[in-house]
């Protein structure tokens, strides 16, 4: 199995984040940070294909770090 992995991420309309994932079919969660500590989830959900996209909705942060977790 391929871990997750953020394999790109592009700012886009109104100052929103489109992240590109890779990863096996599974149930993943999106988290954010502003620091690399608090880490809160954003979304989760399952996957059936090895790719995916997710756009955060808030937009024109000054910073904010992003990871991908895997839901066991």
Not at 22 to 44: K, R
Not at 46 to 52: K, V
């Amino acid at each position: 199995n391929v871990p997750p992995q953020i394999k790109g991420i592009r700012l886009v309309s109104e100052g929103r984040v489109r992240l590109e994932v890779i990863g096996a079919p599974g149930h993943y969660a999106v988290e954010a940070a502003p620091n690399l500590t608090g880490w809160l989830e954003l979304t989760n959900f399952t996957t059936t294909g090895e790719s995916f996209e997710y756009l955060d909705p808030d937009g024109n942060l000054p910073q904010r770090f992003y990871r991908i977790r895997l839901i066991q």
